[in-house]
């Protein structure tokens, strides 16, 4: 079908390109095409309809907005159709307002987490910008890693990524990746709900 939108979206532009025209008649077809070309011609600002709807000769024609026809020539391709047209339903209500909303939402939600939530809650546990503090369950952490590994704390490890960030918090890359995986998180929530409604 991907196909077939990308014709139908040339031959409007071609028809809208040519000043000499102020209609355009395709060629009969089935409803799933119909779909299509009728939400191809609204988005391009045309006005549609449908001719000989319930036959076997179903068509779709489109005026340029600042041509739209008169009551007069739907009267003659009626009759030329057999059959009353039907103007094409309205456009459908616009989606993604929620997906953006939330988006932004997500976003705001993970930065502030990630800027202010986790330092504090890192510094809570004794992961502080002065060090790991004596006594903490950081000091604990750090206690157990060495002995692990032999003396000392390996770097990379869970103890060495924490205190890293309890010292100097989140680098601006990791919370621009953070904020933009929230925001897509947000978005995809906010698209299921406009699906909902």
Do not use: C
């Amino acid at each position: 079908m991907d196909t077939f939108r990308e014709e139908v979206q040339n031959e409007i532009d071609r028809f809208l390109q040519d000043a000499s025209q102020r209609r355009h008649t395709f060629p009969p077809m089935d409803q799933g095409p119909i779909d299509v070309v009728l939400e191809v011609a609204n988005d391009a600002g045309l006005k549609s309809y449908i001719f000989g709807q319930g036959q076997v000769e179903t068509y779709v024609l489109v005026w340029k907005r600042q041509f739209a026809p008169t009551d007069e020539e739907i009267a003659a391709e009626e009759a030329k159709a057999g059959g009353k047209s039907t103007p094409a339903p309205p456009p459908k209500k616009v989606r993604g307002g929620r997906r953006l909303l939330y988006g932004a939402i997500g976003g705001t939600i993970t930065a502030g987490v990630l800027l202010v939530g986790a330092p504090v809650v890192l510094g809570a546990v004794g992961f502080a910008s002065t060090g790991i503090a004596a006594g903490s369950f950081a000091a604990s952490m750090m206690s157990a890693a060495a002995a692990a590994s032999g003396g000392g704390v390996a770097a990379g490890s869970v103890v060495a990524v924490l205190q890293s960030v309890g010292a100097a918090g989140f680098s601006a890359a990791t919370v621009a990746g953070g904020t933009v995986a929230g925001a897509s998180v947000g978005a995809a929530l906010g698209g299921r709900k406009d699906e909902k409604d």
